[in-house]
């Protein structure tokens, strides 16, 4: 079992940049991949970026691919995703994931622990 809780979210205009945090605790981090996702009301959940249990193989959404950067702290058991350029488009509600496949896939299902979400929200 593991827990996840996430931070950084916020109000942020066009262009500018936040940083978010997945804190874990419970079993050991590294045996996971991780991953982040994010979903507007109506939609299904979106993959966004996700990275392998080492941290030296990542992939990314097209959308987002030069503008978030994806990485992980094994030895604080947290993981991150900084965002810059930020779009209009970019506003959902972010959600960090961990799976049991230690690849950082970009399927939902494969993941097997959600954190609660941060909302993001870019204004035009």
């Known amino acids: 079992q593991v827990q996840l809780v996430e931070s950084g979210g916020g109000l942020v205009q066009a262009g500018g940049s936040l940083r978010l945090s997945c804190a874990a605790s419970?079993?050991?981090?590294?045996?996971?991949?991780m991953g982040w996702f994010r979903q507007t009301p109506g939609k299904e959940r979106e993959f966004v970026a996700g990275?392998?249990?080492?941290?030296?193989?990542?992939n990314y959404a097209d959308s987002v691919k030069g503008r978030f950067t994806i990485s992980r702290d094994n030895a604080n058991k947290t993981m991150y995703l900084q965002m810059n350029s930020l779009k209009p488009e970019d506003t959902a509600v972010y959600y960090c994931?961990?799976?049991?496949?230690?690849?950082?896939?970009?399927?939902?299902?494969?993941?097997?622990?959600w954190g609660q979400g941060t909302q993001v929200t870019v204004s035009s």
């Open positions: 994931a961990a799976s049991w496949d230690v690849r950082g896939t970009a399927v939902p299902r494969a993941y097997n622990y």
């Open positions: 419970g079993r050991t981090f590294v045996n996971y991949g």
């Open positions: 990275i392998n249990w080492s941290g030296e193989r990542t």
